[in-house]
């Protein structure tokens, strides 16, 4: 049997030979630099993404600088479709008012916020928000009223804090 030949210095010395160790380092390098731009793209996605989560998308139904709401009747109830909005109208200073077809109130001054199931029994309007993860109201975002309580002809008001911001009639 043979005994394994050893290796002389020189052997050794030319079997680790800088230019493997380039290559090496080479490698390296590459696969550092694409972590790094997949962690850099991924931090950008997720930016873009917060942003557009905490902002109202744009659906272009109507002019964004006015309060627009279409109106659709259903048999027990009417539905209130934002069509147009202003960005910033937040749920908590955003109110909706009803009068009567004979301009009596039917509804004082209530904000979008408490238009919940939980107090459907009182308002008989909810709100409806197509965009959970946005704080505000957005185009999309729909009042469900009460056919019984807001008969034909009654007028929904909303405010933006003090200011009035759109009318919609039930018809």
Same mark, same amino acid.
């Given at each position: 049997m043979r005994e394994?030949?050893?290796?002389?210095?020189?052997?050794l010395a030319?079997?680790n030979r800088?230019?493997?160790?380039?290559?090496?380092?080479g490698v390296?390098?590459?696969?550092?630099?694409?972590?790094?731009s997949?962690v850099?793209?991924?931090?950008?996605?997720?930016?873009?993404?917060?942003?557009?989560?905490?902002?109202?998308?744009?659906y272009?139904y109507?002019?964004?600088?006015? $309060?627009g709401?279409?109106?659709?009747?259903?048999?027990?109830?009417?539905t209130?479709?934002?069509v147009?909005?202003?960005?910033?109208?937040?749920?908590n200073?955003t109110?909706?008012?009803t009068r009567?077809s004979?301009?009596?109130?039917?509804?004082?001054?209530?904000?979008?916020?408490d238009?919940?199931?939980a107090?459907?029994?009182?308002?008989?309007?909810?709100?409806?928000?197509?965009?959970?993860?946005?704080?505000f109201?957005c185009?999309g975002?729909?009042?469900?009223?009460d056919s019984?309580?807001y008969s034909s002809?009654s007028v929904?008001?909303? $405010?933006n804090?003090?200011?009035l911001?759109g009318?919609?009639?039930? $018809?």
């Amino acid at each position: 049997m043979r005994e394994p030949t050893r290796m002389g210095s020189d052997a050794l010395a030319s079997s680790n030979r800088p230019e493997g160790g380039a290559r090496k380092t080479g490698v390296t390098v590459v696969a550092a630099i694409a972590a790094i731009s997949g962690v850099a793209l991924a931090l950008s996605f997720a930016l873009v993404s917060h942003i557009r989560a905490t902002e109202c998308p744009s659906y272009h139904y109507g002019d964004p600088s006015h $309060f627009g709401m279409s109106v659709t009747r259903h048999a027990t109830n009417w539905t209130v479709t934002v069509v147009s909005s202003p960005r910033g109208y937040d749920p908590n200073t955003t109110y909706v008012q009803t009068r009567d077809s004979r301009g009596s109130p039917v509804l004082g001054r209530t904000p979008w916020s408490d238009l919940t199931v939980a107090n459907w029994e009182t308002y008989h309007i909810l709100y409806e928000d197509s965009q959970p993860v946005v704080q505000f109201v957005c185009e999309g975002d729909r009042l469900v009223v009460d056919s019984t309580t807001y008969s034909s002809g009654s007028v929904l008001h909303v $405010f933006n804090r003090d200011v009035l911001v759109g009318s919609a009639t039930l $018809f």
